[in-house]
């Protein structure tokens, strides 16, 4: 049997979101509230495992190997807000964007806004959309 070596590291951030979507069956809920469909948010993790059959200098890999990760989801989650781009309330929340043309379409299957539309904002239009 071949000898296995694991290792995780787990990535914490922080975003916001609602799910406009969400109905509940009023048969099993104590009350009407549809407490998803509001504004909130959470403290997401994301938790890497990683197993080698193999160590490189006495282990699977350097954690370093996982800062593009770290900076792809701090540039990209971290403190966001994930909307859905069907959201009813996408235009009242992204009034800039509201057209959708100016989105960055990523291979991942995601959509970001496109910040340099912004370039000619004062910076309260700025810090609506960006954390920095």
């Known amino acids: 049997m071949q000898r296995k070596w694991q290792i995780s590291k787990q990535f914490d951030f922080c975003y916001g979101h609602r799910v406009w979507s969400q109905e509940l069956n009023q048969e099993f809920s104590l009350n009407s509230c549809l407490m998803c469909r509001h504004l909130h948010g959470h403290q997401g993790a994301v938790l890497v495992h990683l197993e080698s059959t193999v160590l490189n200098n006495g282990m699977v890999t350097d954690f370093k190997h996982l ?38 379409e ?8 496109d910040f340099a539309k912004l370039q000619n904002e004062p910076v309260h239009i700025h810090e609506l959309y960006t954390a920095t």
């Open 106 to 113: 990523h291979s991942e299957g995601y959509k970001t806004v």
């Open 67 to 104: 800062n593009w990760f770290k900076l792809f989801l701090d540039t990209t989650l971290d403190h966001k807000f994930i909307i859905d781009i069907n959201d009813p309330l996408f235009e009242t929340l992204l009034p800039h964007f509201k057209d959708k043309n100016f989105l960055i």
